[in-house]
């Protein structure tokens, strides 16, 4: 039983940490920034807009405010591998490509 919760905590670890958002700057005339990435696993790009906005109701939210998107600018990180092995009994080769994702985005707190 102590295993099982024990390897539950880490995968939930280890998934948790595959978004990262950047601390929310202030722009010029009354706007912020915060820029967000996002691993395959968490979304990739729609994960990180995801994280972004979440930061940003945050922020907001401290002010008592909500966020409102003045700009977006996302893009996929495309990741790409393969192997392959072969022993007495045969063999074989494989890969995948798998899409990270960033999000820079740009906001106002209206209230």
Known sequence: ???VAISSIFAFLTVAACAT????????DG??????RAAPV????T?????AFDEARKF???KGMHPLLVGNQERDIYQSSSGGGFNQYGGGFGGST????????RFKCAP
């Open 31 to 36: 706007t912020y920034f915060v820029s967000a």
């Open 60 to 62: 907001c939210a401290q």
């Open 98 to 105: 798998m899409a990270a994702g960033s999000v820079n985005m």
């Open 42 to 45: 968490r979304g990739g790009a």
């Open 47 to 51: 994960g990180a807009q995801t994280v």
């Open 21 to 28: 958002a950047s601390p929310v700057m202030e722009a010029a």
């Open 1 to 3: 039983m102590r295993v």
